[in-house]
């Protein structure tokens, strides 16, 4: 049998041929092998059976032999060989089979000698072999075009407007529903109630297991979110007979679980790099076919697939409900989205779907009704996708084209503030509210919600005023993030919330005569589509843009350009109260950063001696003066360099150590142990080099340095330095506001795009891979965008 040399570099549309090729001539030699007992017209058809060559490429005495033996798969064989779906030729690849081969006796090859059993094993194994090889080529093959075609992304914003703005989101949608959930294992720990160990059912030990995992917990020591779990956890005891009857939570001891669980996570910590990658490819495996929906014929990335385990809510800030169950969501829950010819995915074995549906208009996959707060939850494409990524940027163009209006709308609603009709005093002062403090508009809340509040559901007790014209704000936002703050507003609006205040009274609300769907309504005569939320939007854009046009500077250095960048940010979270309580390990973190810089000052440190000591005269050099850095003690310095050491050591040993991990892989022997002491050595010296420096004041310098290039080193380092030090600053200034959530959620993000290619900034300083992804349609984005 003949093959190529390397199969992968076979072009695709000859593979193609050469299967084809391969099997007419298998099949023909078959059925004339059954018609036609002659030794000699088998011995020449088992010759062209063995041959995976095309026509082409044999012998002209080859050809002549197969000339008419191959006639009719020469037919078979056509010209539009190549125009055959790549599906159908992985079909008829993948799983080949071996097609008998008349072997004759009188046959010149080394068979003769062989039993005719045991030729034809040997003729089923080469065969075998063969077309695994073949069949692993075009999947390799078919595998790269996919990968290809996925990683292509859907370019929708080349597109038309006018295929974007119909109601109907997709004509073809394909998905595999949703992940759920791992059923529950007990894991069989007791815990006590009243001092003895108790025997609880699966489902009961679940649900105290949510707990137990807890109790060190904020949540856990939460006295509300105490009540709320017993409360729940007493039904689910109820439901099993066998389940002991408890009725006192503080007789109840979860700590033998709790130390259970600890076990566990240091159990999981230790497990090795390899047993951590297997268990990560077998959550890959299973979550393998839900990553992907086919929209229209293209490939799009599924975002929150999996549905959310059972579990205890926890909720922001002082939320009534913290504690409660959060119960197993089952197939008969969830209703699936799909396209009318899609395959319906398979439920959970012995469940259904509790619906199936077809709403084109509709950009969700799955949906449930979750039981805390009734809420419902969608399944929809990633942040990625090209749905998301237009809804993205219809925000962002809605906030824009506000700019065309807001003028307008600004002249209206401040003429309005000392309008007749209260109702509509009222909407003028919300409005001004929302538009110089970008405040929420916010929605009435019931008593089984957290107590957060916006603009129009401000209450008399939210709001405090002091003469002249001073309005103190305090009270809990989105997420029961406090908001506290004292502004100064026009006369009229301070005099409008005192009469507003004064005839509704303590405990109610202040705009009593006004809704946010009144407001949205009235915004909405201005403009198609124009929200309370869009000018949150219009008015983060438009400070942003502000800020950096006033803070950078074409000079600046790239460090000191991403400084106004997030100076610039923080303006807006300051705006939209995205704050942050000072993180725990803000300390540590700026610690740690002044470490890195004094690292860098004892290098440059140690460059100017070296300098002095090629050339004495530059001591006088201010670049070069001698004088003591006043964080660099020698206590600091004899630590650094121990720490230095350490750090070597432990470099080159993990090195060693990966390389044998390799290299066993690979099932070469391991590098000897005296390689790895012979690396160690250079550090034993380096370490002797170091203590011979303490006590003489010398530092060795190698023989290719000069004072030129020891001084462009200083000027490296001093950059480091500077830019390290910008860093610290950053990170100082930042501690208490959230840049995240403006970036993401509020600032177009063609405005950084354009500020990173007028000011030659990288955009991954400014934007993580994942919201490149995200915006990927404001990247491509014109330098001229305004």
Known sequence: MSSSSSEDDIPLSKKRRQDKFAESNASMSGRSAERTPDPAMARTKSVINDDDSSDEEMPLAKRASSKTNGKAMKREASSDEDNVPLSKIVKTTKKPTPKKRIVNKEDSSSDDEKPLAKVKKDIKKVAKVKAEEESKVVRKQTKKVKDEEAEAQFKWWEKSNEEEDGDVKWNELEHNGVLFPPAYVPHGVKMKYDGKPISLSPEAEEVASFFAALIETDHGKNPVFQKNFFSDWQEILKKDSSNPNITSFEKCDFRPMYEHFEVEKERKKQLTKAEKQTIKEEKAKVEEPYLYAIVDGRKEKVGNFRIEPPGLFRGRGDHPKTGRLKKRVMPEQVTLNLGENAPIPKPLDGHKWGGVVHIHEATWLASWKENINGSIKYVFL??????????????????????????????????????KLMETRQRATAMYLIDVLALRAGNEKGDDEADTVGCCSLRYEHVTLEPPNILVFDFLGKDSIRYHNSVPVDAQVFKNIKIFKKQVGPDNMIFDRLTTMSLNKHLGSYMKGLTAKVFRTYNASHTFQEQLNKLTREEDSIPDKLLSYNRANREVAILCNHQRSVSKNHGQMIAKIQDKIRALKYQRKRLRKQIVQLDPKMKKSKLTEME????????????????????????????????????????????????LKEKLKAVDDWEKELQKEKKTGKIEVKASATVEKLLAQITKLDERIKATKTQALDKEEGKETALGTSKLNYIDPRISAVWCKKYNVPVEKVFSKTLRDKFQWAMEIDADWR
């Open 382 to 419: 990633a942040a990625t996708s090209s749905w998301k990524g237009q809804s993205d940027m219809q925000k962002f163009e809605k906030a824009r084209d506000l700019k065309k209006h807001v003028n307008r709308i600004r002249r209206d609603y401040r003429q309005q503030l000392n309008d």
């Open 628 to 675: 003591e850095e006043s964080d660099l003690e020698d206590e600091w310095i004899a630590e650094h360099q121990k720490d230095l050491l350490v750090k070597e050591r432990e470099k080159i040993t993990t090195r060693f150590e990966k390389n044998n991990e390799k290299l066993a892989s690979e099932g070469k022997p391991p590098q000897p142990k005296e390689e």
